[in-house]
């Protein structure tokens, strides 16, 4: 059950409760040609603008990021060295080379290529082969690295994406959404700026053939550094893209497009009035509770809600007089509830247009309660109608 929770009033000015009734999926006064968008900030997953973002899509080689994460996280664990060697199997070379027709780096059969050359084709050229080259070289198989990817995208809460291999070649079971994309290019963000500078190189050359980077909006000089563009016939042109323009860094994805210059454009209009039509509010300092949700059965009733870091909104500008909010959960929470579990989410309403939305977390433990708690709560279900 879909519950509401009382909003405490926003620093420096107050937000009205808005009835679980507002509708939930109205969207701020922007559109964009793509099937599915969202467009987040970075830092604290807050997402500014949606569209379809929850539905299933073919991610094509945009699925490339989360063979990216899991070999950066094998390269943290020290399993992986930038410098190690794989080899460059018949079923890479066949699968992901020149005479597969897609992306590729033109690895050599029988060769072997460094794990830095290999990452840096992966992210520059979006090489199949070097895909499967690291694939293979971590995991033994495309379907044992597979394997990783999702125990990954478990790990990193993407719970509605499921892969089936390292390139993002078309295959039914393999499936994605623009929120988990968005979230994925975070992580990545976030948990390794080390590697970062790889996705704005502006090419890579191999075996004597120089490709330019296939993020075209990186030479556009818009701040855009980032990160992975895709692209299948049945699921269309589609990008993950990521900029700094604007004071604070963006992460948008777009797909569902038609042609590479309308991939383009989209993902620049929706970046740039991203970066341009809002003005930055601090709601809530870090720490501050935002507003509770009922536990049942817990040693405490209600739990509170905080963000991660500072609650920052980042509003349209000059709509702070029309701002409504409400707290959005399924519950009431069962316990143990953990601190720090993202339990519910915020969601900001201008004139009843869905403008805004940032996870909420829980400030504090609440542990199973007794049989006494449990009894009291009991007697709140009948009453309230809990559960």
Known sequence: MKWCAKVRRFLPFAIALLACTAPAFAQADFDTKAKFAVLMDEESGTVIFQKDADLPMEPASMAKLMTIAVVFNEIRAGRVKMDDEFFVSEHAWRTGGAASGGSTMFAELNSKIKVEDLLRSVIIQS??????????GIAGSEASFAAMMNE???????????????TGLPD?????????????????????????????????????????????????????????????????????????????????????????????????KLITWG????????????????????????????????????????????????????????????????????????????DDQLVQTAPLFAAETVEEGDIVRKAADALKQLALGWL
């Not at 191999?206 to 016939?233: A, F, P, Y």
């Not at 817990?298 to 701002?323: D, F, N």
Request: aromatic share 8%; glycine share 12%; charged share 20%.
């Open 172 to 268: 039914s079971d393999m499936y994605v959404t623009a929120r988990d994309l968005a979230d994925l290019a975070r992580y990545l963000i976030s948990e390794f700026p080390q590697y970062y500078h790889y996705f704005s190189e502006p090419e890579m050359e191999w075996n004597n053939i120089k490709q330019s980077n296939r993020n075209s909006l990186v030479e556009l000089g818009i701040g855009v550094d980032g990160l992975k563009t895709g692209h299948t016939e049945a699921a269309g042109y589609g990008s993950v893209i990521s900029t700094d323009d604007g004071g604070r860094r963006l992460v948008a994805v777009v797909h569902g497009l038609t042609s590479m210059a309308q991939r383009t454009e989209e993902g620049r």
């Open 127 to 136: 090489g199949n082969d070097a895909a499967i080259v690291l694939a293979e």
């Open 275 to 350: 970066a341009r039509a809002f003005e930055r509010v601090s709601a809530y300092p870090e720490g501050k509770v935002v507003g509770y949700a009922n536990v049942y059965g817990g040693t405490a009733g209600s739990v509170g809600l905080v963000g991660k870091g500072e609650v920052a909104l980042y509003l349209p500008r000059g709509s702070r007089k029309c701002l409504q909010g409400t707290i959005v959960y399924t519950g009431p929470l069962l316990p143990p509830v953990q601190q720090g579990d993202k339990v519910a989410e915020l969601r900001v309403f201008c």
């Open 152 to 166: 990954q995208a478990e790990d990193m809460g993407l719970e509605n994406s499921h892969f089936t291999n390292p």
